[in-house]
């Protein structure tokens, strides 16, 4: 008989557990047994299905292995084809949402503060407890789509999704939105969003680049903090009469930078531990949202 030259489930469930932290795996996998809304398909009764696809989940999202080659490379100990992949899959990932929403709490301003190390941060930016900025990720171009689509990023030049993150001085992800249009700007984010500041982040210092400056104006009850603008000048001013910003402004600009720097942006090790946000999302938007939560509630484990 042919010897199986497929790669061992035992190994690429050794590798997922690893990347993804056991004790966390352990958590999300006792959520979903409790949990899961939807059944999983396979043409075999097995005790372990549920972490048998939890495994394929993760090996899809943050190892970037994609459905055929998870049926063709791989001795799964179930029987699947690749719809039932696919549909086990979203399954997971729905219900795993559920469990990041339990990972990605607010908090308090106590604890906006925690392991906040204030070494050389200048005095009147000590109080900053909260950072925010938004990330856009990419989806699959469709054939001969318009630019002027609701899905159009032009920060990506390519179709995504935009996401908010409000994070705290540690890193610590207190809050995510999303996904939606990529076409909302940051400033008309902050107006549909402004209640939920003023109820939920009053007297906070919020710190952001320049795209949040509707919320420095206009959201009184909170501190947010910005960059300040170049200032704009007409075209053919001559060099010796543009207006500038003063020696102050650039200080203050370079301070808010410096504090900015410090805390650790999660988006750049988000892509960094799943595979799924390097490339082009194929699958549907409510996807990419449940991966989003979940890698941002594996984020926050890490911090």
Not at 108 to 114: I, K, L, P, Y
């Amino acid at each position: 008989m042919a010897k199986d030259l497929r790669n061992s489930y035992r190994l690429l469930r050794r590798n997922v557990r690893k990347k993804f932290g056991k004790h966390l795996f352990k958590d999300l996998h006792q959520h979903l047994v409790h949990y899961m809304t939807a059944k999983m398909w396979s043409e075999d009764r097995h005790k372990d299905s549920v972490e048998i696809c939890l495994v394929l989940t993760l090996a899809h999202d943050m190892l970037g292995i994609g459905f055929n080659r998870l049926t063709k490379e791989y001795t799964i100990p179930i029987s699947q084809g690749n719809s039932s992949i696919v549909h086990n899959i979203r399954a997971i990932q729905k219900t795993g949402m559920q469990w990041a929403t339990e990972k990605i709490q607010l908090g308090s301003h106590r604890e906006w503060q925690r392991s906040a190390n204030l070494d050389g941060v200048v005095k009147w930016l000590q109080d900053s407890g909260l950072f925010i900025d938004s990330v856009d990720i990419r989806s699959e171009r469709v054939p001969h789509q318009s630019k002027k689509a609701d899905n159009w990023s032009h920060k990506l030049n390519a179709p995504g999704q935009r996401y908010m993150v409000l994070q705290d001085r540690s890193g610590y992800i207190r809050k995510v939105w999303g996904g939606y249009s990529p076409k909302v700007p940051d400033y008309d984010f902050l107006k549909v969003e402004a209640q939920w500041f003023r109820d939920n982040c009053a007297g906070e210092r919020i710190l952001g680049d320049c795209h949040f400056g509707w919320g420095e104006k206009n959201i009184k009850e909170c501190k947010f903090t910005v960059p300040k603008e170049n200032p704009k000048n007409k075209k053919g001013t001559p060099e010796n009469l543009k207006r500038k910003l003063t020696k102050k402004d650039e200080k203050r600009n370079g301070e808010i930078r410096n504090l900015r720097a410090r805390v650790e942006h999660p988006f750049g090790k988000l892509v960094q531990g799943w595979e799924c946000f390097n490339k082009p999302w194929a699958e549907d938007e409510a996807e990419m949202n449940y991966a989003f939560w979940i890698a941002c509630a594996w984020h926050n484990s890490r911090c």
